[in-house]
């Protein structure tokens, strides 16, 4: 998921580790796994700030660890991030060196054509254990967070659950990719949103529906491990991933790119140095503030041992882009991702937000063509890196486990026009505890000159009951569910008191609903003057 690095300023991210070494720090721990780059981010449980964790010889840059691996036979040499690249040029590099493996672990229908000697998935355990051993020890971890990709989520969440169950760590908690993206840059729930991630060799597209809004539940990470234990076949606490719209993609990414670049110079280039050297320049040019016409001078290696200088302009830069095709590609792209989506009653207008990840999205030509595609749409650039590490600790606040509700909650009222009272759902099954937000609820008078109202709570039967027919002496369900029942509490109803009295129909109470750390259903009441007339505790939920 993550590209070429940009020209980021780390200093919002970044606390001075030197005022930390005295003493470690204990929190939380945010691996995502990139095709081309590997973020570390780590949360201390009494800062707000994260921290890009940075490793000698293995980061590239505070938080950022190239997803390269050497490991060389006999000697089972083994090394990654910075330490695998400069290996890269080595005698039986075919072998030994390994990188784009991550987008094949867990994906049975892209085939490895590589010759290396390990496999994507033993390839990702070799660079996951080695990168697990190296975090400094001033750090220590509670809690880990993984990001999953959600087209590969299953076989992918499988590799992760064989890998971690040794890790010397109490809680382990999976996301997926889409969803941790959107929540790092505060998308709401529910929303639609189509990512363009142009990573170092890939191009991917996708429209994602991530999960709740419009009372549903929320996204919420899978627990892996808790207190030590290994829960992935019996936690409660399943993952909801975003849905996928649809999808559409290549293998053409940055590499690509600075090849062009060098390409545009010296045809026929032969040394490896001249890409770092183009990848370099091309960041420099995704920057903003860059002006179009000033041109920058860049030294590639044209001999053995002789530079020859040449000079590239953002105009320049947009000229090898658009003649090596790379805007009629991604056109082709978007109609096939739009066409998709559109047989499952989807176009262009009914998204909510479109997200640039990856560094190949951050050139401007890519936003302003993006931006005329689909101009009504807004537009968000997360920093490149560490979007979708942020997203996923943000799922998991500080180091505390949300529950789920293992039944609804509904309060009973009474429906004027049928005459009859009915049961309206205020919290569902599924959704985390405690809330962060209320659930608010307006009630009007069931009858004229009403003072006193009832609040009657609840709760859905664990167990839903299903009708069985037989036939043949075999049971079957019948085509038609009974729906769920609902058992009201035992407990007293809350009486609410009001000094004004209404009429039938007129809104006149305000209930804002929440449930605590302890498991109690809360309510604040206010009238339709919005003057505060309480809170009671309706009764635990446990």
């Known amino acids: 998921m993550i590209g070429p690095i940009q020209n980021i300023n780390y200093k919002k991210h970044l606390i001075d580790l030197k005022n930390y070494m005295k003493e470690s720090l204990s929190g939380t721990l945010a691996i995502d796994l990139g095709n081309t780059n590997t973020v570390v981010i780590f949360q201390d449980q009494k800062e707000t700030n994260p921290i890009l964790v940075e490793i000698p010889n293995i980061t590239s840059y505070p938080g950022v660890i190239p997803t390269a691996v050497w490991f060389e036979k006999p000697s089972k040499d083994l ?69 999953a990709p959600i087209d590969t989520y299953k076989g992918y969440r499988e590799w992760l ?101 060098v390409d545009y110079f010296i045809p026929g280039n032969k040394y490896p140095i001249n890409l770092l050297t183009a990848e370099q320049i091309k960041c420099k040019l995704s920057s903003s503030k860059i002006k179009y016409e000033d041109e920058y001078p860049v030294k590639f290696l044209i001999e053995e041992y002789q530079e020859k200088e040449f000079f590239l302009s953002k105009e320049i830069f947009e000229k090898i882009i658009i003649e090596n095709n790379l805007l009629n590609h991604l056109n082709a792209l978007l109609k096939d991702l739009l066409n998709e989506a559109r047989g499952k009653f989807l176009t262009a207008d009914d998204l909510d937000v479109i997200i640039l990840v990856g560094g190949g999205s951050q050139i401007p030509l890519i936003k302003e063509w993006i931006t005329k595609k689909i101009a009504k749409v807004q537009i968000k650039t997360p920093p490149p890196i560490e979007s979708i590490a942020l997203g996923a600790l943000s799922m998991t606040p500080g180091v505390k486990i949300k529950d789920i509700l293992t039944k609804g909650l509904s309060i009973r009222l009474f429906n004027k026009r049928e005459q009859k009272h009915f049961w309206h759902p205020i919290f569902c099954k599924g959704q985390t505890w405690p809330t962060e937000n209320p659930f608010k609820l ?25 009708d069985v027919i037989y036939e043949n002496g075999l049971p079957k369900l019948s085509e038609v569910q009974s729906e769920e029942a609902i058992l009201k509490w035992e407990k007293e109803p809350l009486k609410i008191t009001i000094k004004n009295k209404f009429n039938l129909g007129e809104d006149n109470l305000i209930l804002f609903f929440n449930i605590s750390k302890k498991a109690d259903l809360l309510v604040k009441c206010f009238d339709r003057k919005d003057e505060f007339l309480g809170e009671y505790n309706l009764g635990n939920i446990s």
């Open 161 to 261: 659950v064989n890998l971690c169950g040794e890790l010397a760590v109490d809680e382990i908690a999976l996301v997926d990719e889409p969803t941790a993206a959107s929540l790092g840059i505060n998308v709401p729930f529910g929303s639609k949103i189509l990512t363009l991630d142009i990573g170092g060799s890939t191009i991917d597209m996708n429209i994602v529906k991530i999960e709740g809004g419009e009372g549903k539940s929320g996204p919420i990470a899978e627990l892996l491990k808790f207190n030590g234990n290994n829960v992935s076949s019996i936690s409660k606490q399943k993952i909801r991933c975003a849905e996928i719209i649809s999808k559409a993609g290549s293998k053409i990414g940055g590499k690509d790119i600075d090849q062009w670049i």
């Open 79 to 147: 090394k990654i991030g910075m330490s695998a690249l400069k290996m890269r040029d080595s005698s039986n590099t075919d072998l030994f060196f390994h990188s784009n493996f991550k987008r094949l672990i867990g994906n049975p229908i892209e085939k490895n054509y590589q010759k290396n000697i390990l496999n994507p998935a033993e390839c990702g355990e070799k660079f996951f254990r080695f990168l697990w051993e190296n975090i400094p020890k001033e750090y220590q971890v509670k809690r880990l967070i993984i990001s």
């Open 442 to 466: 307006i009630l009007q008078a069931s009858k004229n000159n009403q003072k006193i109202f009832e609040i009657i709570i609840g709760e859905t039967k664990k167990d839903r009951e299903y």
